[in-house]
């Protein structure tokens, strides 16, 4: 390893490749680790923590209104985009002077510029030079997917751009299903923007448990948003200052911003992959082993970028796991099974594991318990929405396979059974958990109507 310029090149500053490169450099690696952007990659920068920022932000008018019922008298609210944004990127500008000092602290060599694979073994920086290692990582995460062949498609946005908008739209449609998609149909509902959402399918939330499809559906409809589904845009054109979108039924919408939140693909073009002999499948993802190495053996990818299961938390685990693996004689793999899931919506999903149709396709017996009930808080507050909890149930061995949640703190409560269902907990470990009351949480230890 003394021949190469460092033992590990990581390319990609986001969760996964800041894990690794710390974790390698702290047992005893000679590390480098490029970022062409910003460190904190995806998440930090233009994902999940400027999101939940909003999601805070979004779900004060509903406090607001809510009050109402609780005895507060509160003067008419009203909300500004540009102080959310500032306060917004302090935030997101503190957290990546974290991740970069991290990385120095470490010991890791830090290049700020972009890096792609010249070999097995070499790494072509952007200044010219051209630097060898032992091993290579690639951390490169995913991009946000357009439909390039759309007419009018340069005129929208997606989930890069959203969050430095210079002005909150008054109108914007959101096109996709997914939990991109429903998020910011919720954020912007919630900051008082008229949202409307065109889904190509029947129901957002392709995949997931068809009670928590159909009840968001309800939820997102009651909050005001419009939903638009089986359709998709045919051509999008600019007129003055509005988007004007054509659909595929020949419907005409309207908006201030058209954001396109259809899916992502992994970032991996023009980083010399192929050239170097490195397998990527069809969706352009580095085809990777349990230990996360590529086709080339001292070629490794971990994160967004292998489309394995795209959630930060797994890209670190994966980056955690390839430095301990390859650099701390500690050998072990990410398992993949059980991992909790938020869509933070309003009223946001929490869910783990099997949903009741994945069970049964499965072959597994199941029995299902479920509730819907009015949260407390609704009650006062004079608001209709309703929480649902379900459990899914191997009738065989009367372990829980599956926990779904939709409503306040759905994310909370769905962490901590995550740590149930690892354990293997039964029906009957939940049914003989005393119930703290009083809390919507009690719910998922006292169900007993079971179909």
Avoid at 83 to 94: F, G, H, M, T, V
Avoid at 119 to 144: E, Y
Wanted: include cysteine; proline fraction near 4%; aromatic fraction near 6%.
């Amino acid at each position: 390893m003394t021949n190469f310029d460092f033992d590990l090149f990581v390319i990609g500053g986001g969760s996964g490749g800041v894990r690794a490169s710390r974790i390698a450099a702290g047992h005893g690696a000679r590390v480098a680790i490029a970022e062409e952007s910003r460190f904190g990659g995806t998440c930090v920068i233009r994902g999940c923590v400027p999101k939940k920022l909003m999601v805070y932000a979004s779900r004060y008018s509903s406090d607001v209104a809510d009050a109402r019922g609780f005895g507060w008298t509160i003067p008419e609210a009203v909300f500004d985009w540009p102080l959310l944004i500032a306060a917004k990127d302090r935030e997101i500008a503190r957290l990546e002077d974290l991740y970069r000092k991290g990385q120095e602290i470490a010991g890791a060599t830090v290049f700020d510029e972009r890096a792609v694979v010249a070999g097995p073994h070499a790494v072509a920086l952007s200044s010219g030079r051209t630097v060898t290692a032992g091993k290579i990582l690639i951390a490169t995460g995913g991009l946000p997917n357009v439909d390039g062949l759309l007419p009018g498609v340069e005129h929208v946005i997606t989930s890069n751009e959203v969050f430095d908008l210079k002005a909150q739209p008054r109108r914007i449609i959101i096109a996709g299903g997914g939990y991109i998609a429903v998020e910011f149909a919720s954020i912007f509902a919630g900051l008082g923007s008229e949202v409307t959402l065109i889904y190509r399918g029947e129901k957002v939330l392709r995949g997931f448990d068809m009670g928590l499809r159909d009840s968001l559906m309800e939820a997102m409809a009651a909050r005001g948003i419009r939903l638009v589904m089986s359709d998709i845009f045919t051509r999008i054109e600019k007129r003055e200052a509005s988007l004007v979108g054509t659909t595929l039924k020949g419907e005409v919408l309207m908006a201030d911003q058209i954001l396109f939140a259809i899916g992502r693909s992994p970032n991996t073009k023009g980083l010399g992959l192929t050239e170097a002999g490195v397998a990527l499948d069809a969706l352009g993802a580095v085809t990777v082993d349990e230990r996360s190495r590529s086709s080339v053996p001292s070629i490794f990818a971990v994160g967004d970028v292998t489309n394995r299961i795209n959630l930060t938390p797994v890209a670190i685990r994966e980056g955690h796991a390839f430095a301990d693996t390859e650099y701390g004689g500690k050998p072990w793999s990410v398992n993949y099974t059980n991992i909790p899931t938020a869509v933070f919506t309003t009223p946001e999903i929490g869910t783990l594991g099997l949903s009741e149709d994945a069970a049964r396709a499965a072959g597994i017996n199941v029995d299902i318990y479920e509730t819907r009930f009015r949260p407390m808080r609704n009650v006062l507050a004079g608001r209709n929405e309703r929480t649902l909890m379900k459990l899914v149930v191997d009738a065989a061995s009367d372990c829980v396979v599956g926990v779904h949640i939709l409503g306040p703190d759905a994310a909370e409560m769905v962490q901590m059974a995550a740590i149930a269902l690892n354990l293997k907990a039964t029906k009957a470990d939940f049914d003989r958990t005393m119930a703290l009351h009083p809390s919507a949480a009690e719910e998922l230890v006292t169900l007993r109507t079971k179909r």
